[in-house]
């Protein structure tokens, strides 16, 4: 088994990666940007322009490397994540070589994020796992052969934290500003001036117009324990899911369970029948619904518990990346 991604120990790729040594496959990880940035010439100004810019030169020697290393190995399943950018030169040759080889983009993202070479390599790959079912007909519409529903998950092993009745705030979010993310903020601070509230993540303090919410920004995103130890202690965390992941869930949705914390979520369509509201979860669909549910949290603690409780016993039973991973074998009929 090959991971076509980057080690970014709390990314995606990584989590798979963990997942497929803990249940003992053999498996190669090709680091992207650890190649790529060998590849890159003229020191920093090379660097900040293979951010902005595509330089083929660079990602073809990148490329390159990934083909030898493919060759060498004759996986069995080749999974490419997100954006990370194998050419359709590169797939090409290797369905030429590698005959057995199945080859499965994981896309994790909104259809917003798409970039050319992926949609340019559709065609190539055996199937595309995306996290929204939503998407399914439209990747197969656009030339994917086949498409089917992977949603993404909770990683226990970076995001477990002690269960606890002693809480260091009220309210907390983390994750980078969004206008819909500072109103849905703005509304707690004006309903609960009260409750101790914090939020993490990148640009509030630089984009925020709300003063009240100001002194309530850390102005730094968590990561790993940490975050996972925030998401344990605050009675509830408001996860704002991304206007453009509607109708499926991001990331955050998984990771609050996973550590025993108690989530306050927007709406997720495709989530609702399986973490279902008030039994794992609490939806909010307005700012009636908001206010209505975070003093829910407060006048019924007991209740609260329940439903943390109940998450992660969830996340641990059926929503992990060691079940999402042999979805995938399953689906390519290795196991």
């Not at 790729?13 to 997942?19: E, G, Q």
């Not at 927007?266 to 003093?295: G, H, W």
Request: charge should be neutral.
């Amino acid at each position: 088994m090959y991971f076509f991604g980057g080690d970014d120990t709390f990314g995606l790729c990584p989590s798979y990666v963990r997942s497929a040594k803990k249940l003992n496959y053999d498996i190669e990880l090709f680091d992207f940007d650890r190649e790529f940035a060998q590849n890159v010439r003229y020191g920093k100004f090379g660097k900040i322009l293979s951010t902005y810019l595509t330089v083929d030169a660079w990602i073809h020697k990148t490329n390159r490397k990934f083909i030898v290393r493919a060759m060498k190995t004759q996986p069995d399943l080749i999974l490419v994540f997100t954006n990370y950018h194998i050419t359709s030169g590169a797939l090409l040759f290797l369905r030429s070589v590698l005959p057995k080889t199945k080859f499965i983009l994981v896309w994790p993202d909104s259809l917003a994020n798409i970039k050319q070479h992926v949609l340019t390599s559709a065609p190539l790959y055996d199937a595309v796992a995306t996290l929204s079912s939503n998407s399914i007909s439209h990747f197969e519409n656009i030339g994917f052969k086949k498409a089917f529903w992977l949603p993404l998950a909770g990683d226990p092993s970076i995001h477990s934290a002690t269960s606890t009745e002693e809480f260091d705030y009220d309210v907390s979010f983390v994750g980078g500003w969004r206008p819909e993310r500072e109103a849905a903020m703005a509304t707690i601070v004006k309903n609960f001036p009260e409750k101790k509230i914090v939020i993490h993540g990148a640009d509030w303090k630089r984009f925020c117009k709300d003063k009240n919410l100001l002194s309530l920004c850390s102005g730094r995103w968590l990561f790993g324990q940490e975050m996972a130890n925030c998401f344990s202690r605050s009675r509830v965390n408001v996860n704002v899911i991304d206007d453009t992941n509607y109708p499926a869930a991001n990331m955050r949705f998984f990771e609050i369970p996973t550590a025993g914390g108690l989530e306050l979520v927007s709406a997720c369509p495709e989530m609702e029948n399986i973490f279902k509201n008030r039994i794992e979860v609490l939806y909010f669909t307005d700012e009636k619904s908001l206010i209505e549910n975070i003093q829910f949290v407060f006048d019924n603690p007991g209740e609260a518990k329940r439903i943390r409780t109940q998450a992660k016993e969830l996340i641990n039973r059926e929503h992990n990346y060691d079940l999402r991973l042999q979805s995938i074998l399953k689906y390519c009929e290795l196991i």
